[in-house]
Structure formats: C-alpha cells, structure tokens
C-alpha cells in the first residue's frame, strides 16, 4: 500500500478540505448570479423607462413623434388577443387533458397523443408564427387581425396548458371518483361534478401561468406581420391589432436612430412586466389559497 | 304498521316517475356516449396542429427547391435573397446559429450546472425554496425583454472592452440568451441530482469523502443522464431563440468565425423575410419555409436526442 508520512497527509487533507469550501462559493455565485442579472436589467429598465410613463402615454395613441406616443393602442390590442387565447386554449386544453386522463384508454394512440404533445411544446414560437401565416393569415384569408394572432397563440401556448391540466386531474385520487361512481354517477357526471372541481385551482393555474408567456411572446405576431403603423384602437377581434411586446420590438429597434424611442421601449417594457407581475402573483393566489392537498 | 296499500293515484304517480327517469337516463346515455368522441375529436386537433406544421413547411419547401438545387441551399456560403443575382446558401445562417447557441451553452452550460449543485447538494431547504422560484422568474421575462437588454445595454458595455465589436453582433445576444437558458439547465439539472438517492452520498462520505469530492465523483455521475438532456434542450432553446437575435444581431448575412461581426441566425432570417415584402411565390418567400423547415428539424432532432438520452441512460435505483 502507497504509505503516506503523515506531513503529506495533513498537506493533502488541507489542500481537499480548500478545494471544498472554494468550490463552494463557486457554486453559490452562479446560482446567485442569475439573480444579479435580473436586479440589473430590472435597474436598468426602470431607470431608463420610468420617466416617460405617465397618464398620457398610457391612455395616448401611437404617435410619429416620441414625446407624443403613447401605448393605448398596443394595450387594448394585448387584451383583446388574451380574450381569444383564454378561452380557446381553456377549452381545447382541459377537454384534450380530460380525454387523455380520463376517457382514452393506455396504449399506443395515448402514447403517441402525448409524445406529439411534448414535441410541440418544444417547437420554437417562430415555427408557430409561419403555420398561423400560411393557415390562419393566408389560407383562411382572416388577414393580420386579432382573431389570426389569437389562434396563433392559442396553438403555441396549449402544450403547456394541456400538460398542466393533466397534472392538475391526475393529482385528484381515486376514492372521491369511486365514491361518485359508488353513488350511481356516470362517468360524464362524476368528471363534471367531482373531478373538474378539485382540479379547478390546479388547472386555472397552469392556465394563467401559460397566458403570461402568450403575453410576451413577440416572435410569432413579428412573423404574422404586425404593422408598425399607426391603427386605431381594436374594437373586436376582427379588427387589426398591436401588442406590447409589438411596440417594444418597434422602438427598440428605432432606437439607435432616435434615443428617446429607447426610453419608450423600456416605458412599456415597465408596463408589460407589471402585468406579467399581476398574472403570476394571480397564480400563486390561486394555487395557495384554493388548492387542495389530498 | 306500515300500510303496503297503494291508492290508484300513488301508482300512476311512481309509473310516470319511472317513466320520467327513463327518459331522463337515455338523455343521459346519449350524453355518456357523445362525450368521449367529442373529446377525442378535440384531442386530434394537437396531431393536426403537428400535421398543419410538416403539411406547410414541407409544401413549400419542396417548391424552394424545385427552383433552387439542394446542395447549392446547403452547401453555399453566400445568401443574397434579394440581390439581382439571387443567391441562396443556408450556411451563413446556420453558422450564426451554431455560433450564437455555442456562446450561450459556454454560459448557460457551467453556471446552470454549478447553480443546480448548489441547489441540490450545498443550498438549505430554506435557501433553496427562495432561490429557485426567483431564479424561475429568469425564466418568465419576456424573450423581447432581453432583446432589448443586450441590444441598448450588453452591446455598449462590452464595447468598452472589445474595441471593434460592432454595434449589432452575435456575441451579446449569445451570452444574454445564455443567461436566459441558465434557469432551465439549473432546475432539469437539479430535479436529477435531486434524484440521486442519499444512501449513495452517504456511503462515499462514510469513506471520508469531502462534500465536492461526492458530488464530482458519485452525484454528477449517476445524474448524469439528466444533466445532458438538460443541455440538449438548452441547445434547442437557443437555436429556436428569435427575438433577442433578431434585436441584437442584425441582418447581415455574413459566412464567418469573427463573433464581433453582426451574424443573422435561421430565426432572425425568417422574421426579416416576413417583415419585408416578399410576395408569395418568389423565390424569397419560398426560401423562408425551407429555412423554417431546417430550423424544425434541427430542434425536432435535439428534442429527441434529450429524450433519448434521459429515458436511455436512466439508473434505476
């Protein structure tokens, strides 16, 4: 056996013991380097931004002239989008989840559903933008309007919803099924009485958490062709639309050629996370205060 | 005692009640019946959504070339789409690509591995439970948040360093998005390690192991499997990134290795295309499918493999 004197011993069990506590920090600044990030783009946004949101530019039309525009415009668009993806995608996802679950029986077509679920989930957004161009745009000749934009990313954001609602049925546990079916409930009735209900929080949830991605994606409206151009204001959903992170992709890229556009740009990026903030902290709400452990 | 004599009302009574729930039970039948066949139809509608994007992109790729030879689209080096002598190679674009994914896993790849060791094997319950969810709120910012970060931020800062960096190049929408993807390295890499059962560490501290010699010998081994399906999908997030290239790196379709130099990347391509005023049915517009149809598949590819490997290399324990 290699014999070591008991001075390279010390040596070495120092030299380990170093490396431990080195490499410690090591791993504690990358994991808190991420938050770091986020506090300097949060700083650096709010710095650049926060003087050009006041009440004008909120309630303001889209204006030529940055110290006129405003982004009324590009948030009743955002609204009017989250109008259609809501329910679209609420229904479409829960039904899709509730077959899944519930109805289809385990076996090659289940399989094959779900692993098509989780190749979509991975498909880039801009993949999603040229199908809602070529069918929804083009084919069905609905044009650049909310409707188009809406189902767009109503097909982008249901993977997640879809999963997430199967989670949500998936964590109910059989005795409060099988107590309905003990009382002579029939499937249909047990799923709309029972098991929808418990797995209500869980579902709406998922719903609004994938709701905020619809928010801020911007590459699949970029590729539907958003104009830059002043519209009025949306008055349904067959009406030609803008969203924030629209506005914000416009003016970021006019701002190497006036500065204060980047001023606007960061402006409605303020705004934009402040919704994102509301939506997420309406998740966590619900999640906390209505979910149910069984 | 209880009478058993039924007057003659009581008895049409309970025969219409009869009746009644009968009817009542064959609506419900029918409703029993229905729902499943609608549902499944509803569930289709996500293969038809698959179906949809092959049915278009293919389409239309195999109109691109009809006009333009295969090899010539990827094999050329110059993409001139709409110059008079229209050129069409892909690989300008694929090497912003690959470049621009390469910068981001050289960030994402050791930061999210050593966030998620942190998380996994040094972090408190306490800590960890802040740590993680905020670090998931990385993850939530808008990709056109970022954009604008490395564009009006990233880009100038680091021109105070690199002297010739451009105002518009591949290398800071690299590593911004490279801090984008951390979160998601961080917390797959995390749920393996978390995975690795304890009698494992406990037997290598047993044997007087230091707490970085567990993780590096019997920890990131056993996970492994998880850990590079982790990167893969990093790998796929970025080739699929869109607007923080777009924003950051321009449009300048240049063949090269010079990170300072404005690249565009098959995504920021596509948003170009469409922006623009590409007619349907020039070569431009066709050209936009085919490079949808590589972008598709190269991430399709990527999400497979992760699969793969983590189904593949599983330990079970």
């Given at each position: 056996m290699n014999q070591l004197s008991e001075k390279q011993h010390m040596k070495r069990t120092k030299r380990r013991l170093f490396l431990n506590r080195f490499s410690k920090s090591i791993f504690m600044l990358s994991a808190f380097f991420g938050l770091f990030f986020l506090a300097v783009l949060l700083v650096r946004v709010v710095t650049e931004g926060i003087g050009s949101i006041n009440s004008d530019f909120l309630t303001g039309k889209l204006s030529t002239q940055p110290e006129r525009a405003g982004i009324m415009g590009a948030i009743l668009g955002t609204f009017w989008l989250m109008l259609v993806v809501a329910p679209v995608t609420m229904f479409v996802g829960v039904s899709t989840a509730i077959y899944l679950e519930m109805y289809a029986k385990k076996g090659r077509l289940v399989s094959f559903i779900q692993t098509n679920i989780s190749n979509l989930a991975g498909v880039?957004?801009?993949?999603?933008?040229?199908?809602?161009?070529?069918?929804?745009?083009?084919?069905?000749?609905?044009?650049?309007?909310?409707?188009?934009?809406?189902?767009?990313?109503?097909?982008?954001?249901?993977?997640?919803?879809?999963?997430?609602?199967?989670?949500?049925?998936?964590?109910?546990?059989?005795?409060?099924s099988e107590a309905s079916y003990g009382l002579g409930a029939t499937k249909w009735q047990t799923i709309q009485r029972i098991i929808l209900p418990a797995a209500l929080p869980g579902i709406l949830t998922g719903a609004i958490l994938s709701l905020s991605r619809a928010i801020g994606e911007t590459a699949p409206l970029v590729v539907i062709g958003i104009p830059a151009l002043l519209i009025p204001f949306p008055g349904s959903i067959m009406d030609r639309f803008t969203v924030l992170p629209m506005q914000i992709y416009y003016w970021t890229l006019d701002a190497s050629l006036v500065a204060e556009y980047a001023n606007l740009a960061a402006a409605t990026i303020i705004v934009l996370l402040v919704a994102l903030f509301i939506l997420n902290s309406t998740a966590i709400i619900i999640r906390n205060k209505f979910q149910r452990v069984f | 005692m209880i009478n058993h004599e039924f007057t003659k009302a009581d008895k049409v009574n309970i025969r219409d009640m009869i009746d009644q729930n009968q009817r009542g039970n064959s609506i419900r039948r029918r409703i029993e019946r229905l729902i499943p066949i609608f549902?499944?139809?509803?569930?289709?509608?996500?293969?038809?959504?698959?179906?949809?994007?092959?049915?278009?992109?293919?389409?239309?790729?195999?109109?691109?070339?009809?006009?333009?030879?295969?090899?010539?689209?990827?094999?050329g080096t110059v993409l001139k789409p709409l110059s008079q002598n229209p050129e069409f190679g892909v690989l300008p674009l694929l090497m912003g690509t690959v470049t621009s994914s390469l910068i981001a896993m050289a960030v994402a790849a050791p930061i999210g591995l050593m966030a998620a060791i942190y998380l996994s094997e040094y972090a408190s319950p306490k800590v960890r439970k802040v740590v993680k969810p905020v670090l998931e709120l990385l993850a939530g910012v808008p990709t056109i948040v970022y954009g604008f970060f490395a564009f009006t931020f990233v880009t100038p800062l680091l021109?105070?360093?690199?002297?010739?960096?451009?105002?518009?190049?591949?290398?800071?929408?690299?590593?911004?998005?490279?801090?984008?993807?951390?979160?998601?390295?961080?917390?797959?890499?995390?749920?393996?390690?978390?995975?690795?059962?304890?009698?494992?560490?406990?037997?290598?501290?047993g044997l007087g192991a230091t707490k970085l010699e567990v993780t590096r010998k019997v920890v990131i081994p056993a996970a492994l499997?998880?850990?590079?399906?982790?990167?893969?999908?990093?790998?796929?997030?970025?080739?699929?990134?869109?607007?923080?290239?777009?924003?950051?790196?321009?449009?300048?379709?240049?063949?090269?290795?010079?990170?300072?130099?404005?690249?565009?990347?098959?995504?920021?391509?596509?948003?170009?295309v469409t922006g623009g005023d590409a007619a349907a049915g020039s070569t431009v517009y066709y050209s936009l499918y085919a490079v949808a149809m590589t972008l598709f598949v190269f991430t399709l590819v990527m999400n497979l493999i992760a699969r793969a490997v983590s189904k593949k290399f599983r330990e079970e324990y």
């Open positions: 880039p957004s801009i993949v999603y933008g040229i199908l809602g161009l070529t069918v929804f745009v083009r084919v069905l000749d609905l044009g650049n309007i909310v409707l188009a934009g809406g189902l767009t990313m109503s097909l982008l954001i249901l993977p997640i919803v879809i999963v997430a609602s199967q989670e949500a049925i998936r964590s109910i546990p059989s005795y409060l | 549902l499944t139809v509803i569930a289709s509608l996500s293969i038809l959504t698959t179906i949809g994007i092959i049915w278009t992109l293919l389409f239309e790729t195999v109109e691109f070339f009809k006009r333009v030879p295969f090899l010539d689209f990827f094999t021109r105070d360093f690199i002297p010739g960096l451009q105002a518009t190049n591949i290398l800071s929408p690299g590593l911004v998005m490279g801090v984008m993807i951390i979160p998601m390295i961080a917390s797959l890499s995390e749920d393996a390690m978390s995975s690795v059962p304890n009698a494992m560490r406990e037997g290598a501290y499997s998880g850990i590079i399906a982790s990167f893969v999908l990093g790998i796929s997030r970025a080739i699929g990134e869109t607007m923080i290239v777009t924003i950051a790196s321009g449009s300048t379709k240049n063949f090269t290795f010079d990170i300072t130099q404005s690249m565009q990347t098959m995504t920021a391509y596509i948003v170009e």
